[in-house]
């Protein structure tokens, strides 16, 4: 089973960016197609916030992040990115990745907690004013 490994979290003030990176330590496979990242804030639930399906590319984003996160994948697809710009205070969390295989008939990968059966340690990020 492939090990996750999250890193590129920090402290940033509101505005800014970060790049997270995601790798998989044996790569990612049929079994996790779908990565995806979460964050998890202080007394919330964890939430799926990008999704990307491996094998075309195609993307998911919650309406909380859309137009300010991009997911990516490296050439090599072993590193998974999420670029994250216009940080804002309420994106202060841990942030997780994780990895499962494609479900469902649709373009892109869905991003409920129970699709994903890999999951990294998870990176904090702070945005402060």
């Known amino acids: 089973q492939s090990r996750l490994v999250e890193s590129g979290g920090g402290s940033v003030q509101v505005g800014g960016s970060l790049r997270l990176s995601c790798t998989a330590a044996?790569?990612?496979?049929?079994?996790?197609?779908?990565i995806a990242w979460f964050r998890q804030a202080p007394g919330k639930d964890r939430e799926g916030i990008a999704t990307?399906?491996?094998?075309?590319?195609?993307?998911y984003y919650s309406n909380s992040v859309k137009g300010r996160f991009t997911i990516s994948q490296d050439n090599g697809k072993n590193t998974v990115y999420l670029e994250m710009n216009g940080l804002k205070l309420e994106d202060t969390a841990m942030y997780y990745c994780?990895?499962?295989?494609?479900?469902?008939?649709?373009?892109?990968?869905?991003?409920?907690?129970?699709?994903?059966?890999?999951w990294g340690q998870g990176t904090r990020v702070t945005v402060s004013s």
């Open positions: 990307l399906y491996s094998n075309f590319g195609t993307t």
């Open positions: 044996s790569g990612f496979t049929d079994d996790t197609n779908c």
């Open positions: 994780a990895a499962g295989p494609k479900r469902g008939r649709g373009s892109e990968c869905y991003s409920g907690i129970r699709f994903y059966h890999v």
